[in-house]
């Protein structure tokens, strides 16, 4: 089959669209338009799409992603989106699209990583993946005071502005920390997270963070001044006995860590800047999965 690969058109309403069609068939519902309206959708999230008679039959998005790893810079690419059409499977449509990024970034970047669904564990180790294992922080949590996070509404325009403009500012929480990609965390506070957006008002912090029954999941935390962990969490309330964070926490002198991986969620990764990832026990934060 001849074909070529198209990259770079996510302006394009057809080819937006029919990329769109295929993620929604593919990962159950899965739909970029609203993070595309919102002004979200940049060049750091670029589909690499084999495209036929203006359907989109085959993809897998590159990632350009940078990231703060005790004190240095990393420039790391995450590959995601990874869906071929049905009618279009078994011909090499991803392994043609792997080996074009292979070629064009392997030697640019510091480390390819990705997230595979248990279904096609066997399928990168092919082009030179190994997986690894992430590391989960956790630990116990106990105060008497009653909650005053306040949650914050992530469809007012006025307040997703008072966000970027406080995660613009904010100091680092996490020794592995995303930078310069916020338009990424907003797929997931205007998405699947836009209920879990709060305000500590104490501490003029955001916290991203998920609560179920007792567990408190703390996706990021959002401040210009720098503030004791413990004290910002305060603002949950007595109901939170533990707490697990999404991050890779600078403070983590009280926490428990775990070896941890997520189902249909495993790391895979390649290249020298990622070999001492499973060593240096750390998380990708939740909010930079693409």
């Known amino acids: 089959m001849?074909?070529?690969?198209?990259?770079?058109?996510?302006n394009q309403d057809a080819l937006r669209g029919s990329f769109n069609q295929l993620a929604r068939q593919t990962f159950d519902g899965l739909d970029f338009e609203a993070w595309y309206r919102d002004g979200y959708w940049s060049e750091c999230y670029d589909p690499h799409s084999i495209v036929i008679d203006g359907k989109v039959v085959a993809n897998v998005s590159v990632n350009f992603m940078d990231f703060f790893w005790n004190g240095q810079?990393?420039?790391?690419?995450?590959?995601?989106?990874?869906?071929?059409?049905?009618?279009?499977?078994?011909?090499?449509?991803?392994?043609?699209?792997?080996?074009?990024?292979?070629?064009?970034?392997?030697?640019?970047?510091?480390?390819i990583y990705l997230f595979a669904n248990d279904s096609v564990l066997d399928f990168y180790p092919k082009f030179g993946f190994k997986k690894v294992m992430e590391h989960c922080y956790t630990k116990p949590f106990s105060i008497s005071e009653g909650s005053s996070a306040?949650?914050?509404?992530?469809?007012?325009q006025?307040?997703?502005?008072?966000?970027?403009?406080?995660?613009?500012?904010?100091?680092?929480?996490?020794?592995?920390?995303?930078?310069?990609?916020?338009?990424?965390?907003?797929?997931?506070?205007?998405?699947?997270l836009r209920d879990c957006v709060y305000y500590d008002c104490r501490h003029d912090a955001y916290v991203i963070a998920q609560i179920e029954k007792e567990v408190l999941t703390v996706h990021d935390i959002f401040s210009e001044k720098k503030?004791?962990?413990?004290?910002?969490?305060?603002?949950?309330?007595?109901?939170?006995?533990?707490?697990?964070f999404?991050?890779?926490?600078?403070?983590?002198?009280?926490?428990?860590?775990?070896a941890y991986r997520e189902e249909d969620c495993t790391l895979f990764v390649k290249g020298t800047g990622l070999e001492d990832f499973e060593k240096d026990k750390v998380i990708f934060p939740t909010l930079s999965h693409a």
């Open 2 to 10: 001849n074909t070529e690969i198209i990259r770079g058109y996510y």
């Open 150 to 156: 306040i949650r914050i509404s992530m469809q007012e």
């Open 227 to 244: 503030y004791p962990v413990d004290d910002i969490l305060a603002a949950f309330g007595r109901g939170i006995r533990l707490v697990r």
């Open 73 to 111: 810079r990393k420039h790391f690419i995450q590959l995601g989106t990874v869906m071929t059409a049905e009618g279009f499977r078994n011909q090499g449509l991803i392994r043609q699209i792997m080996d074009g990024i292979e070629e064009e970034f392997g030697q640019k970047a510091d480390g």
């Open 158 to 192: 006025g307040e997703r502005k008072r966000l970027e403009d406080a995660m613009r500012r904010s100091v680092s929480y996490s020794r592995f920390r995303m930078v310069d990609n916020d338009n990424l965390i907003f797929f997931y506070l205007t998405g699947p």
């Open 246 to 258: 999404g991050f890779t926490p600078i403070d983590a002198e009280e926490c428990e860590v775990e």
